[in-house]
């Protein structure tokens, strides 16, 4: 059974980015991330987030309204609204049963510009010769 979107009940489709499939809405332009997937794309290459939201944008004529209680694709619980943490007033939707989230069309780019400037930050850190702890750990780079 293919996963539904939890906002306009159409079959996802498989998108992949960096090795990693995620499921997609070819009608609004959400994307279902499975456990760990969208942490593992966000430490990833530069501008992936972005290109993996501008290859499923939604349908130009979509109404943009969304369902008042999104059910998750995969297990059908009520998906929670939560605060991405590593990209502060960016709310994603989650759920507490499977631990998948939901991203709406739009959300990924303002992650990756979160992310970009961890990454500035960190490279910044670097060559001023100071320990950038909680960057560094979210690049994947902690101290030895």
């Not at 960096?18 to 959400?30: F, L, Q, S, Y």
């Not at 605060?83 to 939901?102: M, Q, S, T």
């Amino acid at each position: 059974m293919s996963l539904q979107c939890p906002r306009c009940y159409v079959a996802l489709k498989k998108d992949t980015e960096e090795g990693t499939e995620i499921d997609a809405c070819p009608k609004c332009g959400g994307l279902w991330f499975d456990p760990e997937e969208l942490g593992k794309l966000a430490k990833g290459r530069p501008g992936g987030l972005a290109g993996l939201e501008h290859r499923n944008d939604p349908l130009p004529e979509l109404d943009q309204s969304s369902a008042p209680s999104p059910l998750c694709p995969a297990c059908r619980e009520h998906l929670q609204e939560f605060e991405y943490p590593w990209a502060p007033g960016v709310r994603l939707d989650g759920c507490v049963k499977c631990k998948g989230i939901w991203v709406d069309d739009g959300e990924l780019s303002r992650i990756e510009a979160h992310v970009a400037r961890w990454r500035r930050e960190a490279v910044q850190a670097a060559h001023a010769g100071s320990r950038a702890g909680t960057v560094r750990e979210f690049l994947g780079h902690g101290a030895d």
